[in-house]
């Protein structure tokens, strides 16, 4: 009987992280496509949230699966070019980082700073400056270096809203979210 009850809290556990990931795609493609602001080489929008929460929540790999289907989605429902593989990539590996800096850590004041500042630094400083240019420079056939220059700007504002918004939303939706999803 006790396994027949363990079987079935899994069952339960698995079924809330499937619906919780479905929901931050969701999400994905509201603040990328509705709420974000997206040329042929500048983005500027909140996508990023939904997969820092389901990082905390369910680790590296829910999120890097969750942001990779966000980018399919907004990629197949409201395209801003072609689908490009390598941008999807991207953003699993950005998941990643979320997942690895975030999961199953307790962290508060200024280790909350620093592990965010570390991750935004990664993610806006190197996977989105050096990877999403050259992915983008190979899709439209641009010259690298002009492109990455271009991006600069972009850039440090990401890390600049990552800074403020991701200590938020680890504070007041992750700890609060996983206080009740968790006990």
């Known amino acids: 009987m006790q396994s027949l009850n363990n079987t ?8 809330l992280q499937l619906v919780t990931m479905a929901l931050m795609v969701a999400l994905i493609f509201i603040f990328s496509r509705f709420l974000g602001i997206t040329t ?7 996508d990023f949230l939904p997969v ?19 980018d399919l989605v907004c ?12 941008l999807t990539v991207i953003a699993g590996i950005i998941g990643l980082a979320y997942g690895f800096a975030f999961y199953k850590r307790e962290l508060k004041g200024k280790k909350l700073i620093a592990v965010t ?4 630094l990664f993610v806006a400083g190197i996977v989105k ?11 439209y056939g641009s010259p690298y270096w002009p492109m990455l220059i271009s991006r600069i ?10 800074m403020i918004t991701i200590p938020l939303i680890y504070m007041y939706v992750y700890v609060p979210v996983s ?4 006990q």
């Open 129 to 139: 400056l050096f990877g999403t240019t050259l992915c983008l420079a190979v899709m």
């Open 153 to 162: 700007p972009n850039c440090i504002f990401l890390f600049v809203v990552q």
């Open 8 to 15: 079935s809290s899994k069952g339960k556990e698995r079924t």
């Open 52 to 70: 820092v929460l389901i990082g905390c929540l369910y680790g590296p790999i829910c999120a890097a699966i969750t942001y990779m289907v966000g």
């Open 75 to 86: 990629a197949m429902l409201m395209p801003f070019g072609a689908i490009n593989p390598g």
């Open 40 to 46: 042929d080489v500048l983005h500027i929008g909140f």
């Open 179 to 182: 206080r009740r999803i968790f």
């Open 117 to 120: 500042a570390i991750v935004s």
